[in-house]
Protein backbone atom coordinates (compact mmCIF):
# COMPACT_ATOMS: atom_id res chain seq x y z
CA UNK A 1 0.00 0.00 0.00
CA UNK A 2 2.90 2.48 0.76
CA UNK A 3 4.87 1.67 -1.91
CA UNK A 4 1.68 3.00 -4.67
CA UNK A 5 1.73 6.79 -2.67
CA UNK A 6 2.71 9.13 -4.73
CA UNK A 7 4.64 12.40 -4.03
CA UNK A 8 1.66 14.17 -4.54
CA UNK A 9 -0.37 13.08 -1.37
CA UNK A 10 3.30 13.13 0.65
CA UNK A 11 2.86 17.11 -0.30
CA UNK A 12 -0.64 17.51 0.67
CA UNK A 13 0.05 15.90 3.61
CA UNK A 14 3.17 18.02 4.35
CA UNK A 15 1.31 21.12 3.92
CA UNK A 16 -1.92 20.42 5.45
CA UNK A 17 0.08 19.24 9.04
CA UNK A 18 1.98 22.09 8.68
CA UNK A 19 -0.70 24.57 8.58
CA UNK A 20 -2.28 23.27 11.58
CA UNK A 21 0.38 22.80 13.81
CA UNK A 22 2.27 26.14 13.93
CA UNK A 23 0.29 27.39 16.76
CA UNK A 24 1.86 28.43 19.80
CA UNK A 25 0.52 25.80 21.78
CA UNK A 26 -0.81 22.36 20.77
CA UNK A 27 -4.02 21.43 21.93
CA UNK A 28 -6.24 18.46 20.86
CA UNK A 29 -9.17 20.25 19.26
CA UNK A 30 -6.17 21.59 16.73
CA UNK A 31 -4.88 18.11 15.92
CA UNK A 32 -8.54 16.56 15.85
CA UNK A 33 -8.75 19.56 12.71
CA UNK A 34 -5.75 18.44 11.24
CA UNK A 35 -6.84 15.08 11.26
CA UNK A 36 -10.44 15.71 10.24
CA UNK A 37 -9.22 17.54 6.91
CA UNK A 38 -5.98 14.76 6.30
CA UNK A 39 -8.11 11.44 6.58
CA UNK A 40 -8.91 11.67 3.23
CA UNK A 41 -5.70 11.67 2.00
CA UNK A 42 -4.36 8.55 4.27
CA UNK A 43 -5.91 4.82 4.26
CA UNK A 44 -6.24 3.24 7.51
CA UNK A 45 -3.35 1.56 6.56
CA UNK A 46 -1.35 0.89 9.83
CA UNK A 47 1.95 0.98 8.48
CA UNK A 48 1.80 4.53 6.71
CA UNK A 49 4.36 6.88 6.92
CA UNK A 50 2.79 9.75 7.69
CA UNK A 51 2.52 8.27 11.52
CA UNK A 52 6.20 9.19 11.80
CA UNK A 53 6.29 12.70 10.16
CA UNK A 54 3.12 13.35 12.35
CA UNK A 55 4.51 12.36 15.79
CA UNK A 56 7.42 14.01 14.50
CA UNK A 57 5.44 17.78 14.10
CA UNK A 58 4.23 16.85 17.44
CA UNK A 59 7.44 16.47 18.89
CA UNK A 60 8.78 19.74 17.61
CA UNK A 61 5.63 21.78 18.78
CA UNK A 62 5.47 19.85 22.41
CA UNK A 63 9.28 21.06 22.66
CA UNK A 64 8.96 24.01 21.24
CA UNK A 65 6.11 25.41 23.66
CA UNK A 66 7.86 23.19 27.01
CA UNK A 67 9.84 25.08 29.81
CA UNK A 68 13.09 23.27 28.63
CA UNK A 69 15.89 25.19 27.68
CA UNK A 70 16.41 25.97 23.90
CA UNK A 71 19.23 24.38 22.69
CA UNK A 72 18.43 21.42 24.83
CA UNK A 73 15.26 20.97 22.13
CA UNK A 74 17.46 19.99 19.46
CA UNK A 75 18.80 16.77 21.62
CA UNK A 76 15.29 15.91 22.88
CA UNK A 77 14.32 15.47 19.42
CA UNK A 78 16.88 12.94 18.94
CA UNK A 79 15.62 10.85 21.93
CA UNK A 80 12.25 11.06 20.29
CA UNK A 81 13.72 10.20 16.87
CA UNK A 82 15.57 7.48 17.87
CA UNK A 83 12.90 6.10 19.73
CA UNK A 84 10.33 5.90 16.51
CA UNK A 85 13.23 4.00 14.54
CA UNK A 86 14.24 1.32 16.69
CA UNK A 87 10.59 1.01 17.38
CA UNK A 88 9.68 1.00 13.63
CA UNK A 89 12.80 -1.24 12.85
CA UNK A 90 12.01 -4.01 15.03
CA UNK A 91 8.95 -4.83 12.97
CA UNK A 92 10.32 -3.26 9.43
CA UNK A 93 13.48 -5.22 9.52
CA UNK A 94 15.60 -3.23 7.25
CA UNK A 95 18.03 -0.76 8.74
CA UNK A 96 19.96 -1.42 11.88
CA UNK A 97 18.71 0.27 15.13
CA UNK A 98 19.95 2.76 17.18
CA UNK A 99 19.78 1.16 20.80
CA UNK A 100 16.71 -1.08 21.12
CA UNK A 101 16.81 -4.90 19.25
CA UNK A 102 13.47 -6.31 20.04
CA UNK A 103 13.17 -10.24 19.18
CA UNK A 104 10.02 -11.35 17.85
CA UNK A 105 8.05 -7.47 17.46
CA UNK A 106 5.57 -7.77 15.14
CA UNK A 107 2.42 -5.59 14.59
CA UNK A 108 1.91 -2.29 12.82
CA UNK A 109 4.59 -0.30 12.69
CA UNK A 110 2.61 2.90 12.80
CA UNK A 111 1.40 1.85 16.10
CA UNK A 112 4.76 1.35 17.18
CA UNK A 113 6.05 4.60 15.91
CA UNK A 114 2.91 6.45 17.48
CA UNK A 115 3.60 4.99 20.74
CA UNK A 116 7.16 5.18 21.26
CA UNK A 117 7.02 8.89 20.04
CA UNK A 118 4.10 9.27 23.00
CA UNK A 119 6.04 7.73 25.74
CA UNK A 120 8.97 9.57 25.48
CA UNK A 121 7.62 13.25 25.18
CA UNK A 122 5.46 12.41 28.14
CA UNK A 123 8.11 11.53 30.01
CA UNK A 124 10.61 14.56 28.48
CA UNK A 125 7.52 17.16 29.15
CA UNK A 126 5.31 15.59 31.77
CA UNK A 127 3.67 18.54 31.87
CA UNK A 128 2.19 17.86 28.53
CA UNK A 129 1.12 14.14 29.52
CA UNK A 130 -2.92 15.18 29.04
CA UNK A 131 -2.51 16.62 25.64
CA UNK A 132 -0.35 13.96 24.28
CA UNK A 133 -2.99 11.37 25.21
CA UNK A 134 -5.64 12.88 23.58
CA UNK A 135 -3.57 13.20 20.61
CA UNK A 136 -2.25 9.53 20.72
CA UNK A 137 -6.00 8.46 21.40
CA UNK A 138 -6.89 10.57 18.73
CA UNK A 139 -4.60 9.17 16.30
CA UNK A 140 -5.70 5.61 16.59
CA UNK A 141 -9.19 6.18 16.22
CA UNK A 142 -8.93 8.18 13.21
CA UNK A 143 -6.01 5.70 11.56
CA UNK A 144 -8.17 2.99 12.11
CA UNK A 145 -5.82 1.59 14.99
CA UNK A 146 -5.86 -0.50 17.92
CA UNK A 147 -4.78 0.32 21.21
CA UNK A 148 -4.22 -3.23 21.29
CA UNK A 149 -1.99 -3.85 18.18
CA UNK A 150 1.31 -5.71 19.13
CA UNK A 151 3.29 -2.40 17.43
CA UNK A 152 2.16 -0.67 20.75
CA UNK A 153 4.23 -2.97 23.30
CA UNK A 154 6.63 -2.41 20.73
CA UNK A 155 5.99 1.21 21.18
CA UNK A 156 6.95 1.04 24.86
CA UNK A 157 9.63 -0.94 24.45
CA UNK A 158 11.45 1.18 22.53
CA UNK A 159 10.96 4.41 24.83
CA UNK A 160 11.64 2.85 27.62
CA UNK A 161 15.25 1.39 26.27
CA UNK A 162 16.25 4.82 24.96
CA UNK A 163 15.21 6.47 27.69
CA UNK A 164 17.32 4.45 30.24
CA UNK A 165 20.14 5.07 27.96
CA UNK A 166 19.63 8.65 28.08
CA UNK A 167 18.52 9.06 31.65
CA UNK A 168 21.60 10.71 32.77
CA UNK A 169 23.09 12.30 29.60
CA UNK A 170 23.37 15.83 31.16
CA UNK A 171 20.76 17.19 28.82
CA UNK A 172 19.56 19.00 31.98
CA UNK A 173 21.43 18.97 34.94
CA UNK A 174 20.19 18.92 39.08
CA UNK A 175 21.34 21.59 39.98
CA UNK A 176 21.76 23.70 37.49
CA UNK A 177 25.49 24.95 37.11
CA UNK A 178 26.32 28.76 38.21
CA UNK A 179 25.19 31.33 35.15
CA UNK A 180 27.88 31.60 32.82
CA UNK A 181 28.66 35.54 31.91
CA UNK A 182 31.60 35.51 30.04
CA UNK A 183 34.54 37.88 30.62
CA UNK A 184 35.22 41.68 29.67
CA UNK A 185 38.46 40.40 28.27
CA UNK A 186 39.29 41.69 24.44
CA UNK A 187 38.02 38.94 22.29
CA UNK A 188 35.67 37.16 24.78
CA UNK A 189 31.96 37.26 24.89
CA UNK A 190 30.26 38.63 27.25
CA UNK A 191 26.24 39.42 27.87
CA UNK A 192 24.53 41.50 25.05
CA UNK A 193 21.89 43.71 24.92
CA UNK A 194 18.49 42.99 23.55
CA UNK A 195 17.75 46.27 21.57
CA UNK A 196 14.12 45.28 20.17
CA UNK A 197 11.66 43.50 21.39
CA UNK A 198 11.40 39.87 21.82
CA UNK A 199 13.99 37.43 23.27
CA UNK A 200 16.71 36.82 24.83
CA UNK A 201 16.23 39.22 28.22
CA UNK A 202 18.70 41.91 27.77
CA UNK A 203 22.08 40.83 29.32
CA UNK A 204 20.92 37.46 29.47
CA UNK A 205 23.58 35.00 30.35
CA UNK A 206 24.38 32.22 28.29
CA UNK A 207 22.00 29.49 27.53
CA UNK A 208 23.08 25.95 28.41
CA UNK A 209 26.36 26.76 29.00
CA UNK A 210 27.25 22.31 29.67
CA UNK A 211 25.73 21.62 26.44
CA UNK A 212 29.13 20.82 25.17
CA UNK A 213 29.62 18.15 28.29
CA UNK A 214 26.37 16.47 27.30
CA UNK A 215 27.31 12.69 26.43
CA UNK A 216 26.67 12.91 22.48
CA UNK A 217 24.50 10.06 21.13
CA UNK A 218 27.04 9.22 18.43
CA UNK A 219 30.24 10.68 18.55
CA UNK A 220 33.02 9.61 20.66
CA UNK A 221 33.30 13.15 22.07
CA UNK A 222 32.18 16.48 22.00
CA UNK A 223 35.56 17.86 20.76
CA UNK A 224 36.07 14.67 17.97
CA UNK A 225 35.50 17.82 15.47
CA UNK A 226 36.87 20.37 17.45
CA UNK A 227 37.52 23.46 15.19
CA UNK A 228 40.45 25.53 15.02
CA UNK A 229 40.76 29.20 16.70
CA UNK A 230 38.87 31.78 15.44
CA UNK A 231 41.02 34.31 13.67
CA UNK A 232 43.22 36.44 15.82
CA UNK A 233 42.06 39.86 16.59
CA UNK A 234 45.63 41.56 14.96
CA UNK A 235 44.75 38.71 11.78
CA UNK A 236 43.69 40.19 8.49
CA UNK A 237 41.16 37.57 8.52
CA UNK A 238 39.60 38.99 11.46
CA UNK A 239 39.55 42.72 10.14
CA UNK A 240 37.54 41.36 6.88
CA UNK A 241 35.24 39.51 8.62
CA UNK A 242 34.79 42.64 10.82
CA UNK A 243 34.31 44.79 8.13
CA UNK A 244 31.86 42.51 6.30
CA UNK A 245 29.49 42.05 9.15
CA UNK A 246 29.71 45.72 10.45
CA UNK A 247 28.54 46.54 6.64
CA UNK A 248 26.28 44.02 6.33
CA UNK A 249 24.72 43.16 9.35
CA UNK A 250 23.58 46.94 11.27
CA UNK A 251 20.51 47.53 11.71
CA UNK A 252 20.37 51.24 10.68
CA UNK A 253 22.29 52.68 7.14
CA UNK A 254 23.11 49.28 6.09
CA UNK A 255 25.14 47.82 2.82
CA UNK A 256 22.30 44.87 2.25
CA UNK A 257 20.34 44.64 -0.74
CA UNK A 258 16.68 43.99 -0.60
CA UNK A 259 17.13 40.19 -1.13
CA UNK A 260 19.29 40.14 1.74
CA UNK A 261 17.04 41.61 3.64
CA UNK A 262 14.55 39.23 3.12
CA UNK A 263 17.05 36.32 3.72
CA UNK A 264 17.89 38.02 6.98
CA UNK A 265 14.26 37.93 8.18
CA UNK A 266 12.67 34.65 6.17
CA UNK A 267 15.61 32.86 8.75
CA UNK A 268 14.78 35.21 11.63
CA UNK A 269 12.05 33.22 13.34
CA UNK A 270 12.51 29.85 15.79
CA UNK A 271 15.24 27.92 14.26
CA UNK A 272 14.32 24.96 16.36
CA UNK A 273 10.89 24.87 14.26
CA UNK A 274 12.03 26.08 10.84
CA UNK A 275 14.74 23.74 10.63
CA UNK A 276 13.38 20.63 12.33
CA UNK A 277 10.33 21.26 9.43
CA UNK A 278 12.89 21.55 6.66
CA UNK A 279 14.23 18.01 7.69
CA UNK A 280 10.72 16.37 8.01
CA UNK A 281 9.28 18.26 4.97
CA UNK A 282 12.10 16.79 2.65
CA UNK A 283 11.34 13.25 4.62
CA UNK A 284 7.73 13.51 4.15
CA UNK A 285 8.23 14.33 0.36
CA UNK A 286 11.01 11.94 -0.85
CA UNK A 287 10.59 8.62 1.20
CA UNK A 288 7.50 6.69 0.52
CA UNK A 289 7.98 3.87 3.14
CA UNK A 290 7.49 4.18 7.06
CA UNK A 291 11.19 2.87 7.14
CA UNK A 292 13.12 4.76 5.47
CA UNK A 293 11.16 8.29 6.72
CA UNK A 294 11.80 6.96 10.93
CA UNK A 295 15.34 6.54 9.55
CA UNK A 296 16.10 9.80 7.76
CA UNK A 297 14.59 11.36 10.93
CA UNK A 298 16.35 10.05 12.96
CA UNK A 299 19.89 10.01 10.83
CA UNK A 300 18.77 13.82 11.22
CA UNK A 301 18.26 14.28 14.21
CA UNK A 302 21.13 12.44 15.54
CA UNK A 303 22.97 14.52 13.55
CA UNK A 304 21.75 17.79 14.74
CA UNK A 305 21.96 16.77 18.35
CA UNK A 306 25.64 16.25 17.99
CA UNK A 307 26.18 18.72 16.10
CA UNK A 308 24.88 21.32 19.05
CA UNK A 309 26.90 19.71 21.77
CA UNK A 310 29.83 20.45 19.35
CA UNK A 311 29.16 23.60 18.38
CA UNK A 312 28.60 24.41 22.39
CA UNK A 313 31.86 22.37 22.91
CA UNK A 314 33.52 25.05 20.98
CA UNK A 315 31.71 28.32 22.16
CA UNK A 316 32.90 27.47 25.76
CA UNK A 317 36.06 26.70 24.90
CA UNK A 318 36.90 29.48 22.64
CA UNK A 319 34.07 32.24 24.53
CA UNK A 320 34.42 34.83 21.19
CA UNK A 321 32.67 37.72 21.53
CA UNK A 322 29.51 38.67 19.02
CA UNK A 323 29.90 41.57 16.52
CA UNK A 324 27.58 43.72 18.48
CA UNK A 325 30.48 43.57 21.43
CA UNK A 326 33.36 43.96 18.94
CA UNK A 327 32.64 46.58 16.86
CA UNK A 328 32.14 48.88 19.85
CA UNK A 329 35.36 47.98 21.05
CA UNK A 330 36.74 48.28 17.79
CA UNK A 331 38.99 50.77 18.70
CA UNK A 332 40.73 48.71 21.65
CA UNK A 333 40.78 45.42 19.78
CA UNK A 334 45.02 46.60 18.68
CA UNK A 335 43.79 46.12 14.86
CA UNK A 336 44.21 49.19 12.70
CA UNK A 337 41.86 47.98 9.95
CA UNK A 338 39.18 47.69 12.93
CA UNK A 339 37.34 51.19 12.89
CA UNK A 340 35.18 50.98 15.87
CA UNK A 341 31.73 52.44 16.79
CA UNK A 342 30.15 52.20 19.80
CA UNK A 343 26.64 52.92 18.15
CA UNK A 344 26.23 50.24 16.34
CA UNK A 345 23.32 47.63 16.52
CA UNK A 346 23.08 44.32 14.67
CA UNK A 347 19.88 43.85 12.77
CA UNK A 348 18.53 40.83 15.11
CA UNK A 349 19.31 40.50 19.23
CA UNK A 350 21.77 38.55 19.61
CA UNK A 351 21.49 35.05 20.95
CA UNK A 352 22.56 34.75 24.28
CA UNK A 353 26.04 32.27 23.95
CA UNK A 354 29.29 32.85 22.18
CA UNK A 355 29.62 33.44 19.06
CA UNK A 356 32.17 30.42 17.79
CA UNK A 357 31.52 28.46 16.50
CA UNK A 358 27.45 28.92 14.98
CA UNK A 359 25.16 26.54 16.12
CA UNK A 360 23.08 27.40 13.04
CA UNK A 361 25.38 26.47 10.70
CA UNK A 362 26.24 23.12 12.76
CA UNK A 363 22.04 22.35 12.15
CA UNK A 364 21.57 23.51 8.62
CA UNK A 365 25.21 21.92 7.69
CA UNK A 366 24.31 18.67 9.71
CA UNK A 367 20.79 18.63 8.10
CA UNK A 368 22.05 19.35 4.52
CA UNK A 369 24.58 16.32 4.61
CA UNK A 370 22.34 14.19 5.42
CA UNK A 371 19.70 14.48 3.55
CA UNK A 372 22.60 14.38 1.10
CA UNK A 373 24.17 10.98 2.02
CA UNK A 374 20.69 9.50 2.17
CA UNK A 375 19.75 10.60 -1.28
CA UNK A 376 23.21 9.93 -3.02
CA UNK A 377 22.74 13.41 -4.50
CA UNK A 378 22.57 17.08 -3.59
CA UNK A 379 19.77 17.57 -5.95
CA UNK A 380 16.42 17.33 -4.68
CA UNK A 381 13.39 20.15 -4.93
CA UNK A 382 12.49 21.55 -0.93
CA UNK A 383 10.55 24.23 0.01
CA UNK A 384 11.50 26.23 3.09
CA UNK A 385 8.69 28.08 5.07
CA UNK A 386 9.13 30.87 7.67
CA UNK A 387 7.21 32.01 10.23
CA UNK A 388 8.47 35.16 10.88
CA UNK A 389 5.82 38.51 9.89
CA UNK A 390 8.48 40.22 8.04
CA UNK A 391 9.21 37.10 6.05
CA UNK A 392 8.20 38.24 2.46
CA UNK A 393 7.78 35.65 0.73
CA UNK A 394 6.88 33.20 3.59
CA UNK A 395 8.36 30.35 1.27
CA UNK A 396 11.37 29.40 -0.50
CA UNK A 397 12.49 26.80 -2.73
CA UNK A 398 15.14 25.07 -3.20
CA UNK A 399 16.52 22.69 -5.81
CA UNK A 400 19.91 22.23 -4.40
CA UNK A 401 20.76 21.37 -0.41
CA UNK A 402 24.16 23.02 -0.19
CA UNK A 403 22.04 26.08 -1.43
CA UNK A 404 20.20 26.27 1.43
CA UNK A 405 23.71 25.37 3.60
CA UNK A 406 25.30 28.70 2.07
CA UNK A 407 22.13 30.87 2.58
CA UNK A 408 22.50 29.98 6.06
CA UNK A 409 26.30 30.91 6.40
CA UNK A 410 25.17 34.56 4.40
CA UNK A 411 22.26 35.12 6.57
CA UNK A 412 24.21 34.96 10.37
CA UNK A 413 25.99 37.76 8.64
CA UNK A 414 23.16 39.72 7.16
CA UNK A 415 21.45 39.43 10.77
CA UNK A 416 25.04 41.17 12.79
CA UNK A 417 25.50 38.12 14.47
CA UNK A 418 28.35 36.05 13.08
CA UNK A 419 31.64 36.48 11.68
CA UNK A 420 32.07 34.48 8.52
CA UNK A 421 34.51 32.50 10.09
CA UNK A 422 32.13 30.95 12.26
CA UNK A 423 29.71 30.20 10.05
CA UNK A 424 31.66 28.22 7.71
CA UNK A 425 33.92 26.63 10.37
CA UNK A 426 30.16 25.61 12.14
CA UNK A 427 28.91 24.92 8.59
CA UNK A 428 31.72 22.27 8.19
CA UNK A 429 31.28 20.73 11.50
CA UNK A 430 28.03 20.09 11.11
CA UNK A 431 28.68 18.40 7.45
CA UNK A 432 31.39 16.57 9.93
CA UNK A 433 28.93 14.96 12.21
CA UNK A 434 26.67 13.93 9.68
CA UNK A 435 29.11 12.01 7.95
CA UNK A 436 30.04 10.01 11.37
CA UNK A 437 26.59 9.45 12.07
CA UNK A 438 25.79 7.98 8.24
CA UNK A 439 28.23 6.18 7.82
CA UNK A 440 28.09 4.83 11.88
CA UNK A 441 24.52 4.14 12.46
CA UNK A 442 21.10 2.87 11.64
CA UNK A 443 22.88 1.38 8.39
CA UNK A 444 20.90 -1.56 6.17
CA UNK A 445 20.92 -4.45 7.30
CA UNK A 446 21.91 -6.39 4.38
CA UNK A 447 25.37 -4.42 4.32
Do not use: C
Not at 157 to 178: E, S
Request: proline share 8%.
Amino acid sequence: MVGIRSKVWHRLRSVTLAILVISAVISPSTITSAHALTVSLNSASSNDSYAVTYWHAIAVETLATSPRPGPVMFLDMAVVQVAVHDAVQAIDLQYEPYHMSIPGASGSPAAAASKAAHDVLVSIVPGQAASLDALYHNYFVTHGLSETDPGVSVGATAAAGILALRANDGRVPNPLPPPFVGSTELGAWRPTPSLQPGPPPSEAPMAAPWLGTVTPFTLKSGDQYHAKAPPPLSSKRYARDYAEVKALGARFNSARTLEQDQLSYFYAGNLFIQNNRVLRDIAAQHTDNIGDNARLLALGSLSIADSMITAWDNKTAYNFWRPITAIREGDNDGNSETAGDPAWEPLLNNPNYPEYTSGANNVIGAVTRSAQLFFGTDEKTFTVYSQHPMAVPNTRTYHRFSDLAQNMVDVRIYQGLHFRAADEEGRQQGRHVAQWVFGHYLRPLDD
